[in-house]
């Protein structure tokens, strides 16, 4: 374990790491040096956007068989980009959960043949902290700090006290807000993925023209919740038919302000608990991860919001916010660093897998069930 507010030394280490969680394939080489800074050697992802568009969502069959047939040759490319060889990796890490579980298993099984024929430690990595620990790759940053983790499956507010030491503050109690993205595109007849579409329609928009709500303002505890916003672009588009092109527009833009409007008023909270239990903390710093981190408009709001509260946004390069291999390189790289040992080869990959193990699991109405 670490102690809040030091750094990690630990020997210089060179990682494999493998992501198949959801719909993207992805290997990189990472280097973390003694002193904690680290650099990515390769970085090779491979989208299955074109296969799952059809259908409106991400097929999870589909998805598995995509990661089997390219999952290899990613691999060998991340290897020679990098200039280096298995014999030079110090451990394999691969995503063993949160996600889906025929990706997962795809995935973690190439970790483990790669693990037992070359001799190397297996590091079966939480998804959820590769996110949470890709700030101190980009930006080198110190212990403790926020995390606002925003993607299709998952958002929740987390405070990061060092490598294996988390604390849920807030989470959703229905849906994700990636889901409620997507959810919003498909209501208006946009395409798949919801979030991109809605952000490029909501920059025609007017987002002050349709006053939707703002879910659970001004409720004590940093929770979310989007199942309601939901409901109200739905019926506000069923009042609004036929809808013209720019009416879309304006309800995206209208949608996409009562998002913002919500996430900063819940960080609120999240800020002055942070303030009042680590005082001595000068660098405070918001980091925002997943896939939906990457809205140009969120990402205004909540630099406003944290500035206002004196702390920093800290926004990782966008193609490290979505799924990608090397934060699970770099997680596997900091556990290693702290002295965290590998992981059996019996490892089975979880569907589901809290980032902090001992907060209780909020069940919702959202297609995805039980949030973590």
């Given at each position: 374990m670490?102690?809040?507010?030091?750094?990690?030394r630990g020997?210089?280490?060179?990682?494999?790491?493998i992501?198949t969680?959801?719909?993207?394939?992805?290997?990189?080489v990472?280097l973390?040096?003694?002193?904690?800074?680290?650099?990515?050697l390769?970085?090779?992802?491979?989208?299955?956007?074109?296969?799952?568009?059809?259908?409106?969502?991400v097929?999870p069959?589909?998805a598995a068989?995509?990661?089997?047939?390219?999952l290899?040759?990613?691999v060998?490319a991340?290897?020679?980009?990098a200039?280096?060889?298995?014999?030079?990796m110090?451990?394999i890490?691969a995503?063993?959960?949160?996600?889906?579980?025929?990706?997962l298993?795809v995935?973690l099984?190439?970790?483990?043949?790669?693990?037992?024929?070359t001799?190397?430690?297996?590091?079966a990595?939480n998804?959820l902290?590769g996110?949470?620990?890709?700030?101190?790759?980009?930006?080198n940053?110190?212990?403790?700090?926020?995390?606002l983790?925003?993607?299709g499956?998952?958002?929740?507010?987390?405070?990061?006290r060092?490598?294996?030491?988390?604390?849920?503050?807030g989470?959703?109690?229905?849906?994700a807000?990636?889901?409620a993205?997507?959810?919003?595109a498909?209501?208006l007849?946009?395409?798949?993925?919801?979030?991109?579409?809605v952000?490029?329609a909501?920059?025609?928009?007017?987002?002050?023209?349709f006053?939707?709500?703002?879910p659970?303002k001004?409720?004590?505890?940093?929770d979310?919740s989007f199942?309601?916003?939901?409901?109200?672009?739905?019926q506000l588009?069923?009042?609004?038919?036929p809808?013209s092109?720019?009416t879309?527009?304006?309800?995206?833009?209208?949608?996409?302000?009562?998002?913002?409007?919500s996430?900063?008023?819940?960080?609120?909270?999240?800020?002055?608990?942070?303030?009042?239990r680590f005082p001595?903390?000068a660098?405070?710093?918001?980091?925002?991860?997943g896939?939906?981190?990457?809205?140009?408009?969120?990402?205004?709001?909540l630099?406003e919001?944290?500035?206002?509260?004196g702390?920093?946004?800290?926004?990782?390069?966008?193609?490290?916010?979505?799924?990608?291999?090397?934060?699970?390189?770099?997680?596997a790289a900091?556990?290693?660093?702290?002295?965290?040992?590998?992981?059996?080869?019996?490892?089975a990959p979880?569907s589901?897998?809290?980032?902090?193990r001992?907060?209780?699991?909020?069940v919702?109405?959202?297609k995805?069930g039980?949030?973590?």
């Open positions: 670490t102690h809040p507010e030091t750094s990690i020997p210089e280490t060179t990682i494999l790491g992501e969680s959801c719909d993207e394939t992805a290997a990189s990472v973390r040096r003694p002193d904690g800074t680290g650099d990515i390769s970085s090779v992802v491979f989208s299955q956007l074109e296969e799952h568009a059809a259908y409106g969502g097929v069959e589909i068989r995509a990661h089997v047939s390219v290899d040759s990613l060998a991340a290897l020679s980009d200039g280096r060889t298995l014999d030079d110090d451990a890490a995503t063993s959960g949160p996600g889906l579980i025929g990706g298993m995935g099984m190439t970790a483990k043949a790669l693990a037992q024929v001799g190397k430690p297996l590091y990595v998804h902290e996110h949470a620990l890709t700030a101190r790759l980009t930006d940053l110190d212990f403790p700090y926020l995390l983790l925003v993607s499956g998952h958002t929740q507010i987390a405070l990061v060092g490598v294996d030491e988390y604390e849920r503050w989470t959703t109690i229905d849906d807000l990636g889901e993205f997507d959810k919003t498909k209501l007849g946009l395409p798949y993925p919801g979030g991109p579409a952000e490029k909501a920059g025609g928009g007017d987002p002050k023209r006053r939707l709500p703002v659970l001004g409720t004590p505890d940093p979310f199942s309601g916003l939901k409901t109200a672009v739905r588009a069923e009042a609004q038919a809808v092109d720019q879309i527009c304006d309800i995206c833009a209208s949608f996409q302000r009562a998002v913002c409007l996430l900063a008023d819940r960080l609120d909270i999240a800020f002055s608990r942070f303030s009042e001595a903390t660098d405070r710093a918001l980091v925002i991860a896939g939906v981190a990457a809205n140009k408009a969120l990402r205004s709001t630099a919001a944290a500035e206002k509260h702390f920093r946004l800290v926004a990782p390069p966008l193609e490290l916010c979505t799924d990608n291999a090397a934060m699970i390189a770099w997680a900091e556990r290693r660093a702290a002295g965290i040992e590998g992981d059996p080869l019996d490892t979880r589901r897998w809290p980032l902090d001992q907060a209780e699991t909020v919702g109405s959202g995805r039980a949030k973590v």
